[in-house]
């Protein structure tokens, strides 16, 4: 099983999509896990998710993990497939706790409540292309399989 998480080709467009989703969840994952970026550290992000959302704690720090440790590991291509799962699925529940209601487009002219949805489709794509696909080219999961 590990194997089938791990296997993947040499293809370079697996490493783009990697290295871009990871590389735009890190920076969200450390807003949330560090308090770096502007933003509020694990405690008031969890108390957030709580208040706003009803998610209960133990999902919220799945949902800082998936984007923290999940952006590192997609960078590095290391469990590729678990990690880009993680994301797929963060994204699902934003959709459908939060932007859903807002429409397809994001808030481009300031003019609606909030974001739509085609940020976040974007985002579970190229994570359902790397499930897929596996980590590709220069990622750790070529290394562990050998």
């Known amino acids: 099983m590990f194997r089938a998480l791990c296997a ?3 293809d370079t467009g697996s490493l ?3 290295v871009i989703l990871g590389g735009v969840f890190f920076p969200h ?4 896990a560090l308090a770096w970026f502007g933003g509020n550290g694990p405690a008031k992000t969890v108390e957030f998710f709580n ?5 209960p704690a133990p999902l919220a720090y799945l949902v800082i993990a998936a984007e923290f440790l999940g952006g590192i590991a997609l960078i590095l291509g290391l469990l ?11 994204m699902a529940g934003a959709i459908y706790l939060v932007h859903w209601q807002n429409g397809f487009f994001m808030n481009w002219s300031g ?7 085609e940020y976040h489709l974007l985002a579970m794509a190229m994570a359902l292309a790397l499930m ?4 590709g080219r220069a ?8």
Do not use: H, P, W, Y
Not at 29 to 32: P, R
Not at 51 to 55: D, E, I, L, R
Not at 132 to 135: E, I, K, N, S, Y
């Open 132 to 135: 897929v696909q596996g980590g």
């Open 139 to 146: 990622s750790l999961d070529r290394l562990l399989i050998r």
């Open 80 to 90: 590729t497939r678990f990690a880009a799962f993680g994301i797929f699925a963060v």
């Open 51 to 55: 208040q706003a959302f009803g998610v």
């Open 111 to 117: 003019t609606q409540q909030g974001e739509g949805i």
């Open 29 to 32: 994952g450390a807003q949330k």
């Open 16 to 18: 783009i999509l990697r």
């Open 8 to 10: 993947t080709n040499n």
